[in-house]
């Protein structure tokens, strides 16, 4: 049986751990990438480590969620953030030259390599053959000093896809069809490759709409092997040195396998509030649509935006619906100005936004009340569009671009001719917006590192208490989502580097008395269900409650981003055996953990007293060892200068 290419990239870069599922391994990182809204702490933290360079071939410090500028602070940040850059030795992609993953594809990424990065869509890149893994801003500050990336190694869930796509029918269903099958759960402690004869069909932006959005899978990264498709795009962008193909060997093996025959697919929707709510347009077409939304990093590409904009030629979009789109990134805004899509779309009546997250991240562009959007998105949370009554559907751009045309869900398969749309051979370059570093040595030493008064220091905190005692001061359900336990849009979002104000939006959504009980309480738990913290990287879902005094998470399952960010910060991660264990507890019990460092440190097996009922319930851990050494330091980042005192 041959490798598959998932373990192939991965033994490469192996510095710890053998590539058996399950068991704690260790990799090299090639590469990193920030945007601004994690970015900030993470360079906090990176000054914190206290080295004075990156150590990785590329880092790539980039602004693209915190564009609104209603006051000081996205500004102050954006500097701050373009200071850390020149000193530290990272490329700054400034405000205005696109989102993350579709500008580190288009410049950066590069087949064969591992990328680490703090957004959950990281693993975009993975659409070009390498191994790229969304994490916390802190384990992208210790990957940008040179230090391993520790993760539990995944299954390799091999999707073998043959036949082709219709007309009409593209990336987005591909993936949506993945979530229709496997749920927003189904990809946890998996790294999903596509392999077969379908691959080579699809070019490298359906790919990448694929290996984005298997975020929403819960995977721990999505990979398409680098071949043909590969090598064009990266000629297209002048970056044909950076080519090498990377597969699978034939006949390899997978842990699981799954198929999908491309020929099979139809338009697919997301209903709301969850991705994986998924049917055929035609199920639900008709239903009267007020926002249409193209863009964010799953689908903003030239291709997303030319297909639009030919739907749109000549016509007018709905007068019941506003149609917004985003371009996701400066190459594709001039590109599509140059080919005159642009103007197509303006004169049909598109709400042009800058490159960025914009209405994804909820940065403005809230749907009315009680309406209905229809967005090309990845993430259809509820309330993340910033309105908490709407309901969003997430739909490949042809949909988007159909229903945006008939005021009604629309299978764009009612449009006629599915159009060509010829990729550049060659797009224009021009990196006028990435910034290099300062030099290392003098002129990288003489850059000062702006600060205003939105970048609070980081809070520091004590290593885990011999016994933990406190109040539930939460019980949730299955499936909770980093956006419900720390809010992102525009009035949130620019809080990012000023802890104790945005500790006060924890759990916002879910209960707005959150923030007061837990100071109330100094010390307590959150009772979760299953998939708990699933979602984006944002460690600051880890960060605010712990700053509130929440000692520990127990839950049925943990998804992985935020499981780690919970140990990174002192948390205590504990899993419920059973249903019934989960029903042992309620809101406002008290809870107590004696000689917890001890217990941790004896095995799996952790016994938690709820003193309110008098019972003891069995729960679980299951950190590796360096993960409990980090937990019972009270974080990485104390765990880092321990290390350092040591040596
Ligand atoms: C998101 O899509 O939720 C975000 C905003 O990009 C997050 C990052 C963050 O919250 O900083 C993500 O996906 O990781
Ligand atoms: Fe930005 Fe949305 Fe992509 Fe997150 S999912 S990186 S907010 S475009």
Not at 4 to 22: C, M, Q, S, Y
Request: proline letters at 6%; hydrophobic letters at 40%.
């Amino acid at each position: 049986m041959g490798t598959n290419l998932a373990r192939k990239i991965l033994k490469a870069h192996l510095v710890e751990g053998e590539l058996t599922p399950g068991t704690q391994i260790a990799i090299k990182i090639d590469q990193t990438l920030t945007q601004d809204a994690s970015g900030t702490a993470a360079y906090l933290q990176f000054e914190a480590i206290g080295l004075p360079r990156v150590r990785t071939e590329v880092s790539v410090s980039y602004v693209d969620h915190n564009m609104l500028q209603m006051g000081f602070e996205n500004a102050d940040d954006h500097r701050f953030l373009q200071s850390t850059a020149h000193k530290f030795g990272l490329y700054f992609s400034r405000p205005g030259n696109g989102i993350c993953h579709q500008v580190h594809a288009e410049r950066f990424a590069a087949p064969g390599k591992t990328l680490l990065g703090s957004d959950s869509h990281t693993p975009l890149c993975g659409g070009l053959g390498m191994i790229a893994i969304g994490a916390g801003g802190l384990d992208v500050a210790v990957a940008m000093g040179g230090g391993a990336f520790y993760l539990i190694m995944p299954k390799i869930l091999g999707v073998k896809l043959t036949g082709h796509l219709q007309p009409w029918v593209s990336g987005k269903d591909v993936i949506l069809d993945m979530l229709r099958r496997l749920s927003v759960k189904g990809g946890v402690g998996r790294i999903i490759e596509y392999f077969g004869p379908g691959v080579a069909s699809l070019g490298v932006i359906d790919r990448t709409t694929i290996t984005n959005m298997g975020a929403e899978l819960g995977a721990t990264t999505s990979i398409f092997p680098s071949d043909e498709q590969t090598r064009l795009y990266l000629e297209a962008q002048g970056r044909g040195a950076s080519w090498q193909p990377f597969a699978a060997d034939e006949y390899a093996e997978y842990d699981e396998l799954i198929e999908i025959n491309l020929d099979e697919l139809e338009p697919l929707i997301a209903q709301p509030h969850m991705p994986d709510n998924v049917v055929p347009v035609r199920e639900v077409a008709g239903i009267p649509v007020q926002q249409v939304s193209v863009g964010s990093c799953t689908n903003s590409s030239f291709r997303d935006l030319s297909i639009v904009a030919h739907v749109l030629k000549g016509k007018a979009v709905h007068p019941n619906l506003s149609f917004t789109v985003s371009p996701g990134s400066k190459q594709v805004y001039a590109t599509v100005a140059r080919t005159g899509a642009l103007a197509d779309m303006i004169d049909a009546g598109a709400r042009m936004l800058e490159s960025a997250c914009g209405p994804c991240v909820g940065m403005g562009m809230a749907p009315p009340s009680n309406s209905v959007a229809v967005r090309s998105f990845n993430r259809n949370f509820e309330g993340r569009s910033g309105t908490k009554d709407a309901r969003v559907y997430l739909a490949s751009p042809e949909t988007c671009a159909a229903t945006a045309l008939t005021g009604v869900i629309t299978d764009p398969r009612d449009m006629g001719e599915y159009p060509a749309i010829a990729m550049p051979v060659r797009f224009d370059i021009n990196d006028s917006m990435i910034i290099p570093p300062a030099a290392e040595g003098a002129e990288a030493e003489a850059v000062e590192i702006q600060r205003g008064p939105n970048i609070k220091p980081l809070p520091r905190f004590g290593p885990l208490e011999d016994s933990l005692t406190g109040e539930v001061v939460l019980k949730v359900g299955d499936n909770i989502t980093t956006d419900h336990i720390s809010p992102a849009g525009a009035k949130v979002l620019p809080l990012r580097s000023n802890l104790p104000a945005l500790a006060e939006f924890t759990f916002e959504r879910v209960d707005k008395t959150f923030a007061s009980r837990a100071k109330e309480a100094v010390s307590g738990f959150i009772i979760g269900g299953s998939n708990y913290g699933q979602g984006s990287a944002r460690e600051q879902a880890a960060l605010a409650p712990r700053y509130l005094g929440i000692k520990g998470v127990m839950a049925l399952s943990f998804a992985r981003i935020h499981r780690s960010n919970l140990i990174n910060f002192g948390l205590v991660p504990l899993i419920f055996a059973s249903q019934e264990d989960y029903n042992l507890v309620d809101q406002a019990d008290h809870l107590e953990i004696r000689q917890v460092r001890e217990q941790l440190q004896a095995g799996p097996n952790v016994v938690v007293r709820n003193l309110t009922r008098g019972l003891d319930i069995n729960l679980t851990h299951n950190m590796s060892q360096h993960e409990l050494e980090i937990l019972l330091d009270g974080g990485l980042l104390n765990h880092l200068k321990i290390q350092a005192g040591n040596n």
